[in-house]
């Protein structure tokens, strides 16, 4: 058996941690630069506050209802996140547990006697919460995409499922399946389910039915043949395993205010490389190609740009890498010819695709391969920025000041990170 464990809407959960006068208070936090809604407690989802809405445009009703706001705390919610997973990790065997997101993991229960398993579930819940004080909800079921949906129908029921849903048995799994929209499902997303609705699929129960040939012409290959094997029941996607390879890493963010100083820019794109190559080699990959983008607002409206339409320019890269010093160069050579003088420029973001195992790089004859000393201190630099925070370790090209930095302020402290945060007791 799998099971998903997906911390319940947990930035709030992490900001009432530490702030317990809140528990009851509908609250919100805001995405980079405060701009539009990205965690919502279930007391404001219950006033009609809808995900990704813009803030701006909130403010009224959430004055109107007492909805507290934050800006997103990623000092906290790291933190927190690495404390949730290894309570998991300390209460299973080696290799059970897989991180898939900062909120959410997946745990093989293969060695648990099913007896056991409601005990266990429970146990890990209520383990997690008392040990990081965040309330989680588990979906367990035979396969990681069943697992999903019995998580997604405990959350929607809190107080009846007490935020667990076991999917043991075939009648379970079909009356769960029949339960849920097919685009709940993981993998399929909305675009896919306005295809699916041509078919007549409207339900997980539905796409259930559906013959693997059938889903491999029309759900992506064999991606679309593993998804409908997961909800037969037959694991298809093992731990460590995503359902869909990631064809892509960037770092995208609209500047704290808008800027007219390349110098500025310049230093923004270097930190946006550094994060992006940070992901890569999270997922020991590296990239063959970067694209780098800007949006401008033009002084003079009557220019061929309309105002907050990207623009962007890409290039090969000689030897796929992920070591960010080889990376910040080619990224600032490509914002210089970018750039115009007499814009304004709102946002820029840095993409890597290509992307190619590191176990799998190919040499270059004319550039020399990174060697096992730069990627080893890559990784230093990765380990001390994750425990500290902060980025403690940086380029200097990605600057010190940092003028351009996105807006926080609603930002709450840093209360597990930073001495100067803790909370003091009287």
Same mark, same amino acid.
């Given at each position: 058996?799998?099971?998903?464990? !997906?911390?319940?809407?947990?930035?709030?959960?992490?900001?009432?941690?530490?702030?317990?006068?809140? %528990?009851?208070?509908?609250?919100?936090?805001?995405?980079?630069?405060?701009?539009?809604?990205?965690?919502?407690?279930?007391?404001?989802?219950?006033?009609?506050?809808?995900?990704?809405?813009?803030?701006?445009?909130?403010?009224?009703?959430?004055?109107?209802?007492?909805?507290?706001?934050?800006?997103?705390?990623?000092?906290?919610?790291?933190?927190?996140?690495?404390?949730?997973?290894?309570?998991?990790?300390?209460?299973?065997?080696?290799?059970?547990?897989?991180?898939?997101?900062?909120?959410?993991?997946?745990? !093989?229960?293969?060695?648990?006697?099913?007896?056991?398993?409601?005990?266990?579930? %429970?146990?890990?819940?209520?383990?997690?919460?008392?040990?990081?004080?965040?309330?989680?909800?588990?979906?367990?079921?035979?396969?990681?995409?069943?697992?999903?949906?019995?998580?997604?129908?405990?959350?929607?029921?809190?107080?009846?499922?007490?935020? =667990?849903?076991?999917?043991?048995?075939?009648?379970?799994?079909?009356?769960?399946?029949?339960?849920?929209?097919?685009?709940?499902?993981?993998?399929?997303?909305?675009?896919?389910?306005?295809?699916?609705?041509?078919?007549?699929?409207?339900?997980?129960?539905?796409? %259930?039915?559906?013959?693997?040939?059938?889903?491999?012409?029309?759900?992506?290959?064999?991606?679309?043949?593993?998804?409908?094997?997961?909800?037969?029941?037959?694991?298809?996607?093992?731990?460590?395993?995503?359902?869909?390879?990631?064809?892509?890493?960037?770092?995208?963010?609209?500047?704290?205010?808008?800027?007219?100083?390349?110098?500025?820019?310049?230093?923004?794109?270097?930190?946006?490389?550094?994060?992006?190559?940070?992901?890569?080699?999270?997922?020991?990959?590296?990239?063959?190609?970067?694209?780098?983008?800007?949006?401008?607002?033009?002084?003079?409206?009557?220019?061929?740009?309309?105002?907050?339409?990207?623009?962007?320019?890409?290039?090969?890269?000689?030897?796929?890498?992920?070591?960010?010093?080889?990376?910040?160069?080619?990224?600032?050579?490509?914002?210089?010819?970018?750039?115009?003088?007499?814009?304004?420029?709102?946002?820029?973001?840095?993409?890597?695709?290509?992307?190619?195992?590191?176990?799998?790089?190919?040499?270059?004859?004319?550039?020399?391969?990174?060697?096992?000393?730069?990627?080893?201190? =890559?990784?230093?630099?990765?380990?001390?920025?994750?425990?500290?925070?902060?980025?403690?370790?940086?380029?200097?090209?990605?600057?010190?000041?940092?003028?351009?930095?996105?807006?926080?302020?609603?930002?709450?402290?840093?209360?597990?990170?930073?001495?100067? !945060?803790?909370?003091?007791?009287?």
């Amino acid at each position: 058996m799998k099971a998903i464990v !997906d911390c319940n809407n947990f930035y709030c959960s992490c900001e009432r941690l530490f702030q317990p006068h809140l %528990k009851t208070t509908p609250l919100v936090v805001l995405s980079n630069n405060d701009g539009c809604i990205i965690s919502r407690s279930d007391e404001s989802k219950r006033l009609g506050i809808k995900m990704a809405q813009a803030y701006f445009l909130s403010k009224p009703l959430l004055k109107e209802h007492g909805i507290t706001a934050f800006s997103s705390n990623y000092n906290l919610y790291g933190d927190l996140s690495k404390r949730v997973m290894e309570t998991m990790q300390s209460m299973l065997p080696a290799n059970c547990v897989e991180v898939y997101s900062v909120d959410e993991a997946f745990v !093989d229960l293969s060695q648990v006697p099913p007896r056991d398993l409601s005990a266990t579930v %429970k146990e890990l819940k209520e383990r997690i919460f008392q040990w990081t004080g965040i309330p989680v909800s588990i979906g367990v079921a035979p396969t990681k995409t069943l697992a999903k949906i019995g998580n997604y129908l405990a959350k929607g029921n809190k107080e009846k499922s007490k935020c =667990m849903l076991l999917l043991d048995t075939g009648g379970k799994v079909n009356a769960a399946l029949k339960r849920t929209p097919v685009d709940e499902v993981w993998g399929v997303g909305k675009q896919n389910a306005n295809k699916l609705e041509k078919f007549a699929v409207k339900t997980a129960y539905d796409l %259930k039915q559906m013959p693997e040939e059938w889903a491999r012409q029309h759900l992506g290959g064999v991606v679309g043949v593993r998804l409908i094997k997961e909800l037969n029941g037959v694991d298809a996607i093992g731990l460590d395993e995503p359902l869909t390879t990631k064809k892509m890493v960037s770092c995208t963010r609209r500047f704290g205010h808008p800027l007219t100083d390349l110098a500025q820019m310049k230093e923004a794109v270097a930190m946006y490389v550094s994060r992006a190559a940070e992901k890569l080699r999270r997922q020991n990959s590296a990239a063959k190609k970067m694209t780098v983008f800007v949006i401008e607002k033009a002084l003079n409206r009557g220019d061929i740009y309309k105002p907050n339409e990207p623009i962007n320019l890409d290039i090969n890269l000689p030897v796929a890498s992920s070591n960010t010093n080889d990376l910040i160069k080619p990224a600032i050579e490509l914002l210089e010819q970018l750039y115009k003088p007499g814009f304004i420029y709102e946002k820029a973001g840095v993409i890597f695709s290509k992307l190619v195992p590191v176990s799998s790089l190919q040499a270059n004859l004319f550039t020399p391969p990174a060697t096992n000393e730069q990627r080893s201190l =890559m990784n230093k630099v990765d380990n001390i920025n994750f425990s500290m925070r902060n980025e403690i370790v940086k380029f200097a090209s990605s600057g010190i000041q940092r003028p351009w930095k996105m807006k926080q302020e609603l930002l709450s402290q840093k209360y597990t990170t930073r001495w100067n !945060d803790l909370c003091l007791v009287s």
